[in-house]
């Protein structure tokens, strides 16, 4: 008999691939990629978190199959990883953890509880008392801005503010552009581990009314420990590359800080925090595609 099959855990991946210009297929049970000249480049998608596909980029239905078996997040983006076009969402979620994550956030005192713990996890110390999430996004918006500054001057780099536009790439300068690429790499991570645990990336606690609110909730909590420091060592350096400078340096960021082992932990503490009870799941709720029999999925994946 061969063994259950059963999709590693996130903790256990590489954060993420970027792939471009070729046909992703399945050929001898493999996931390939097929350039114009068939060459095949086989692709760990069972030890990969995220793929993201940039322009160039087909996918054939079995590739598609086999990717959400194996629980890799696939991400369709616009070059160097800025713009999003569309996301799959690998082996479903649960709605246990769905009207948990809801509950939340539709009750103000525990979702305040939870925004105070993501505001405590992020900069290491208790938010200011008697303040409304409104109050706290503003207080976080001034601390962020002036972290900006610090590095900017560490790097020695030119800094005039956080400014981009989505629609024209070129627009921004090297430091945005570097920003831009690296948060792209973080949310394509956070959003397989916020899948993979079976939660919503739509219901968001600081940020709300995205379909990513809650990727971008949990992208800050690692966000200036890893790909902006990143980004701005990399944009000191001015390269040729800027894009794909960042993104290597974000996977060795990702490894260094230990993101994949981190994501889904930090995720039930800041929702603990909201001091809710979770519901059971009910009896006839359909389970995840790979049963983890060993709790609420803080190995990495789905159970």
Not at 42 to 59: F, S
Not at 71 to 92: F, M, N
Not at 189 to 211: D, M, N, Q, R, S
């Amino acid at each position: 008999m061969l063994p259950k099959l059963s999709p590693l855990a996130v903790k256990e991946r590489l954060s993420l691939l970027f792939l471009e210009r070729g046909q992703l297929d399945v050929q001898d049970g493999a996931f390939v990629l097929v350039d114009k000249d068939g060459v095949r480049v086989h692709v760990p998608v069972g030890g990969v978190a995220c793929l993201m596909l940039e322009p160039g980029t087909r996918v054939s239905h079995a590739a598609v199959v086999l990717a959400a078996r194996a629980g890799t997040l696939l991400v369709w983006v616009g070059e160097a990883g800025v713009r999003l076009y569309s996301v799959g969402q690998p082996g479903g979620a649960r709605s246990d953890k769905l009207l948990y994550q809801a509950a939340l956030a539709l009750d103000d005192a525990a979702r305040l509880r939870v925004v105070r713990r993501m505001y405590a996890l992020r900069f290491g110390e208790d938010p200011p008392a008697n303040r409304s999430v409104d109050q706290l996004r503003g207080v976080e918006g001034a601390r962020v801005r002036a972290m900006y500054g610090l590095l900017a001057k560490q790097y020695r780099v030119k800094w005039s503010g956080r400014r981009y536009d989505p629609e024209d790439w070129g627009s921004g300068d090297l430091v945005n552009r570097c920003l831009s690429s690296a948060t792209a790499c973080l949310y394509g991570v956070c959003e397989a581990g916020i899948l993979a645990a079976g939660y919503a990336p739509a219901i968001g606690f600081v940020h709300t009314g995205k379909p990513r609110s809650f990727v971008f909730d949990v992208a800050d909590l690692f966000k200036f420990d890893t790909v902006v420091p990143a980004a701005f060592a990399i944009a000191a350096k001015n390269p040729a590359d800027p894009e794909g400078e960042v993104r290597r340096a974000c996977r060795d960021a990702f490894r260094r800080a230990r993101v994949l082992e981190r994501i889904i932990p930090a995720i039930e503490e800041v929702l603990a925090a909201g001091g809710l009870t979770p519901p059971q799941a009910a009896p006839e709720a359909v389970g995840p595609a790979f049963e983890d029999p060993e709790g609420m999925g803080d190995a990495g994946h789905r159970g």
